[in-house]
């Protein structure tokens, strides 16, 4: 009995002993690959003892550039344990164990360790990240430790945002933005300094801690350098492009020093400096003078009798001229009674035909840059040329013929002979000068010149005239809190400003300029302008959200023939690249339409778009039109063929100076694809009517190289025919206007005018609405009631787990790119519909808006639709099991 008693319960202690043998058996099979054994079992048998405790269990990690990592665990007490990776057994080979045993509780420690490569976790594709833990065994059973994520570290050679340069006055804020590159771990930003380190913790003035940002409470000179933004993570370091900050001071008057002594001339002064403190670094000099005078007698001066006598001696000779100037003003007006242009005619009967010779007559002295300087000039010889004239500007004052021809010669003396006789002399520049007539064109045509004399009515040269000494066009507007749009008429050009940009109670004075003539941008190597100079301000301002300007373009929009950069002008004067259309940037934020950009901005400035062509495909848009006289009183008449930018400024610009000198549009322009191929540009007239008119000889046709057009800065091209008819009879006039590229696009205009003013049919040039309106303020300068806007804003800023939000109202507004520029805006979904109110400015689409928000909806109803039936499901089957 007592035997017995002793080996009570043995059969059922060796039973456990057998299952915990069978059960490890079948593990150990399972981790050396038998495919026969079943997976591991995630508990075993119950045996007496305690379950693992982990006194080490794995890391995150991060593997760098292609060195594996190790994951290390240690347990107490545990009989086995092994890996486990994204839910599958890591095998017994690769696991590397280490058996020990405590010394104060006698239980047995074990620590294994594995290594993971870079191969492993390039080949995982899964819902989550990388993953391992570990799973250790004693004899009361399992113990899992937590899950530890391997992650391949990188870092970005791009900075999302590179910090921009600035120019403050003392003691205001800068703020330098930085967004470092995409990196794993994410990057550690640190500032410097003229390439050594800022320590915000030893200067209280500086704040480094505002997400990656630096901040300058209060700017001082020493402040002004050189900032770079450098961003680290545990693989490389990156830097910024540097930021140069100046900070600069206005120069401000001391106060005015004491009277001066009263002088001779019953005077006396006072002066005062622009030292308190004076401009560096770039500042204003002090306004004002910097010197006063006044009488110190009350006016009650008497002068000696010298100073009268001078007063009598400049009042006779002022007399004199005075009498000197109504004889010459007399004499010319009386030879202009004698002659209806007040000029001798030369030869008035010859050369009707309307060709132009160029009689040159050298003068006494020899030039080295005539023609043929290997040849001993004949001094008395003169040379005679012939050829159409075209002018890449009207504005021009040198007149250029098709092969220069008169480039070359200074010094000499140019006899034009035509329908009229035109004498000027040539100066080291070949500048001509010419009198301005009263009255409409043909009459006030010759503005650029000023000692022209014609007897006949229109003259050819006159056709060539300057179009607008305008130096800008120019608009501006009150604005506050609510916003409103600014627009420039008939430009194209227009400055959104959103509700809530300008602070609340505050209003501000906002301009919109446009520079005309050659622009101040100077391309760089292949580049050309492709649209007009623009400046909004005042620069001095800053608004709380970006606001939206639209600048024309004349690009044929493809990304494989144009790389188009956005440009804007410092301070100084100088040119520097703000961004790049196809590149990522949270700065600012860029939409190319056919014929327009939109750009969202955060400050004010002067703006151009300038494109490098990638290759010869590369097209720019030329609008071609053709205006001529309004009325004609003579056998002549001219036709003046425009070829410009396709951008709605370049053509106002010309219209404005046809009205100006009385020119008519004669047929719709048209438009021509002109390539970057090098071929030059032919502009002709054709099917003249025979019996009726004639173009003067070896003028029908004028070529321009390809230069003058593709690198035209902004300046329109202008070439002049001249036509006669055979009789007063004839009123109407027929023609084709033939412009083409060699090798290339081609455009025909067909004429059919009246040369009779009062039965021309007139030709709409603008039908433009904005046209009386160039200011609009508050929520009738927008399309979308606020109220509404306010709804959507709502709705689609707050993220949403079925796709609900600002990114998805971005794509069904056709903005598939540069993202992030948006996800750093306080409203993402504000700042997108600002971009396409900037976009819909004319038509006001808003039932394309409207389908967009609806197809919107319908994409979430299906999402929500499917989930709940998803969930009906799950909850009927857990019914049908429960037996309800």
């Not at 007592?2 to 059969?11: E, S, V, W």
């Not at 250790?136 to 590179?162: C, M, P």
């Not at 002008?569 to 860029?590: D, I």
């Amino acid at each position: 009995m007592g035997i017995r008693a002793a080996g009570g319960g043995g059969p059922a202690r060796l039973r456990r002993r057998l299952l915990l043998l069978l059960g490890l058996c079948s593990w150990a099979a399972a981790l050396r690959g038998n495919d026969n054994s079943e997976a591991l079992p995630e508990s075993i048998p119950s045996a007496p003892g305690t379950l693992p405790h982990f006194m080490q269990e794995p890391d995150d990690a991060y593997i760098i550039k292609s060195n594996p990592i190790a994951l290390r665990c240690k347990a107490m007490p545990a009989m086995q344990i092994f890996f486990k990776c994204n839910g599958e057994w890591v095998h017994q080979n690769e696991h590397v164990s280490e058996e020990s045993m405590d010394e104060s509780t006698g239980l047995k420690v074990r620590e294994v360790f594995i290594n993971v490569t870079r191969q492993q976790v390039e080949d995982f594709h899964g819902p989550e990240d990388y993953w391992c833990q570990c799973v250790a065994w004693s004899h009361l059973g399992t113990s899992k430790s937590r899950k530890a994520s391997v992650r391949i570290a990188y870092l970005r050679k791009n900075f999302e945002q590179d910090p921009q340069g600035k120019e403050v006055p003392i003691e205001g804020m800068i703020v330098l933005h930085c967004r470092p590159p995409e990196g794993v771990p994410a990057a550690e930003v640190e500032w410097l300094k003229n390439e050594e380190p800022i320590d915000s913790n030893q200067d209280e003035n500086i704040d480094t801690r505002a997400d990656h940002n630096l901040i300058i409470r209060q700017a001082r000179l020493s402040d002004s350098g050189n900032y770079t933004c450098m961003a680290a993570n545990i693989v490389a370091k990156r830097k910024s492009m540097s930021a140069t900050v100046v900070v600069y001071v206005d120069g401000s008057w001391e106060v005015w020093s004491e009277w001066s002594v009263c002088s001779p001339e019953c005077e006396h002064l006072r002066i005062r400096e622009c030292t308190a403190p004076p401009p560096r670094n770039g500042g204003k000099f002090c306004e004002g003078f910097s010197q006063e005078s006044e009488n110190c007698t009350e006016g009650l001066c008497i002068q000696d009798i010298e100073n009268a006598s001078d007063i009598a001696l400049y009042s006779g000779l002022g007399a004199a001229v005075i009498a000197v100037a109504v004889l010459v003003v007399g004499i010319t007006l009386y030879r202009r009674s004698q002659s209806e242009y007040g000029v001798d005619v030369i030869d008035s009967s010859a050369l009707t035909g309307g060709f132009q010779t160029f009689n040159f007559k050298t003068v006494r002295q020899g030039n080295s840059l005539l023609l043929n300087s290997s040849m001993q000039p004949d001094l008395t010889v003169s040379r005679t040329y012939s050829g159409p004239i075209c002018l890449q500007d009207p504005m021009d004052k040198e007149l250029m013929t098709e092969s220069s021809l008169f480039n070359p010669l200074s010094d000499i003396k140019v006899k034009v002979q035509s329908s009229f006789m035109v004498s000027l002399g040539v100066t080291e520049r070949a500048e001509y000068h010419g009198k301005a007539h009263s009255g409409t064109f043909p009459h006030g045509n010759n503005r650029g010149f000023t000692t022209i004399h014609a007897r006949n009515k229109t003259t050819y040269i006159q056709n060539l005239s300057s179009l607008s000494t305008r130096s800008e066009l120019r608009t501006t507007g009150i604005f506050g809190h609510l916003g409103g749009r600014l627009v420039m008429p008939n430009t194209g050009v227009s400055l959104l400003i959103p509700h809530g940009a300008i602070p609340e109670e505050s209003s501000w004075e906002i301009y919109l300029t446009i520079s005309q003539g050659e622009s101040s941008l100077q391309p760089e190597g292949t580049e050309v302008l492709l649209g007009p100079e623009v400046t909004c301000g005042p620069p001095d301002v800053t608004v709380t959200t970006p606001f939206a300007l639209t600048i024309p373009h004349c690009a044929e929009v493809n990304s494989e023939h144009w790389n188009i950069h956005l440009k804007r002008r410092t301070q100084q004067g100088k040119w520097e690249e703000v961004m790049s259309m196809e590149e990522e940037t949270t700065s600012c934020y860029c939409l190319l339409d056919p014929y327009a950009c939109h750009i969202l901005l955060d400050s004010f400035g002067t703006y151009a778009l300038a494109g490098e062509p990638i290759s010869d495909c590369a097209v720019k848009q030329l609008k071609v039109a053709v205006f001529g006289c309004m009325s004609c009183n003579s056998l002549d008449y001219n036709l003046r063929v425009y070829c410009m930018d396709n951008t709605p400024c370049a053509f106002q610009e010309v219209v404005s100076g046809e009205r100006h000198q009385g020119g008519q549009l004669l047929e719709e322009p048209k438009l021509l694809h002109f390539k970057g191929n090098t071929f030059s540009l032919q502009i002709s007239v054709l099917d003249i009517p025979p019996f009726l008119w004639r173009i003067k000889p070896f003028t029908a046709c004028q070529e321009v190289p390809f230069s003058r057009v593709w690198c035209s800065n902004q300046q329109p091209l202008h070439c002049a025919f001249s036509l006669e008819r055979y009789t007063p009879a004839t009123t109407q006039l027929s023609c084709k206007i033939c412009v083409r590229q060699v090798k290339g696009h081609e455009q025909i205009l067909q004429i059919q005018t009246s040369i009779l003013e009062n039965e021309r049919e007139i030709i709409t040039l603008f039908a433009r609405e904005d046209s009386n309106f160039p200011a609009q303020t508050g929520p009738k300068a927008f399309k979308i009631p606020y109220s509404i806007r306010q709804r959507i804003c709502a709705t689609f800023d707050t993220p949403n787990a079925k796709g609900k939000d600002w990114q998805m109202l971005a794509q069904k507004n056709s903005i598939n790119r540069n993202l992030s520029y948006f996800a750093t805006q306080s409203s993402p979904s504000a700042v997108i519909l600002d971009l396409w109110e900037a976009q819909h400015q004319h038509d006001g689409d808003l039932d394309s808006l409207a389908c967009a928000l609806e197809e919107i909806g319908r994409t979430h109803s299906k999402i929500s639709n499917i989930t709940e039936t998803q969930i009906e499901e799950t909850d009927f089957s857990y019914s049908r099991q429960n037996g309800l």
